[in-house]
């Protein structure tokens, strides 16, 4: 009996057992399905978070790419703005070297013809004071006054016309004397800036820098308000410039635009300036 007894606490015992080890394999297996449910949610969020990452990423692509075409598209259009203001500056400096030739060839042929009036006044008071009788009593011939010029020495016109003549066919020196020759008898000529600036021109001609940059400088400062004094501080500009002399060069570009804005040689001092900074 008590052996009966005892096979059955065994029997109850095993079953236990069994039925205890039963539970622990069934709650792993539904630890592993919620392991691998969760799994698989976070995969299947992970993968929605990328989607939607790479449509964002797609989307700031195309709209950078759109950007990029915008700017090209504005750059284009910039570049054919430049182009067309450059050709018209251009040709608005072309024009206006065009109508600068023209002036100076016609003011050339004024000159020309002013010289010649005073060469056949010249000789004409020459024949006339030739021909002329003394009158009587005169024992001594009249001297003219230093004011005015001997009859037979040539006038402003001829001389300034003298010396652009030699200076056009390489002879320096001797337009120089003509110029000078001209500053020494006429000082108040209204050709004087001219004759100033083209004894600049001789030296400048000969490659005597110093000597052209003050002879320039005496443009500018002798005869500030006539049209040779711009040229002139710009050739002085020009000549420290390719001295290398930037600094020097510079301060006469700025000098000539602030005095001299409206001129022709301060749009050529502005242009250099900009390609110098």
Request: with cysteine; hydrophobic share 40%; proline share 5%.
């Amino acid at each position: 009996m008590m052996r009966t007894a005892g096979r059955n606490i065994g029997r109850s015992l095993a079953a236990g057992a069994l039925a205890w080890m039963a539970m622990g394999c069934f709650a792993s297996v539904a630890q592993v399905s919620e392991v691998r449910d969760e799994l698989n949610a976070v995969r299947a969020e992970s993968a929605a978070s990328d989607s939607v990452r790479t449509i964002q990423l797609v989307e700031v692509l195309s709209t950078l790419r759109a950007i990029n075409d915008s700017i090209s598209l504005i750059s284009g259009r910039l570049s054919r703005v430049r182009a067309d203001a450059q050709g018209d500056v251009r040709a608005l400096r072309q024009e206006v070297s065009q109508v600068q030739a023209m002036s100076g060839q016609a003011e050339q042929r004024l000159q020309e013809m002013r010289a010649q009036i005073e060469l056949r006044n010249r000789q004409a008071a020459v024949r006339a004071a030739a021909t002329e009788p003394p009158l009587a009593g005169d024992t001594v011939p009249v001297m003219p006054t230093p004011a005015s010029p001997v009859p037979d020495e040539p006038g402003p016109n001829e001389l300034l016309q003298l010396g652009r003549d030699q200076l056009s066919r390489g002879g320096n020196r001797a337009a120089r004397a003509a110029f000078a020759d001209l500053l020494a008898k006429y000082p108040d000529s209204e050709l004087a800036p001219d004759a100033q600036f083209y004894i600049a021109e001789a030296h400048a001609a000969e490659g005597t820098r110093v000597a052209a940059d003050s002879a320039y400088a005496l443009v500018v400062s002798k005869y500030g308000e006539s049209s040779r004094a711009p040229t002139a501080l710009y050739k002085r500009g020009v000549l420290s410039q390719t001295s290398g002399r930037v600094t020097v060069a510079k301060r006469h570009f700025n000098e000539l635009v602030r005095k001299y804005p409206a001129s022709a040689e301060a749009e050529l001092a502005r242009e250099r300036l900009r390609l110098m900074t």
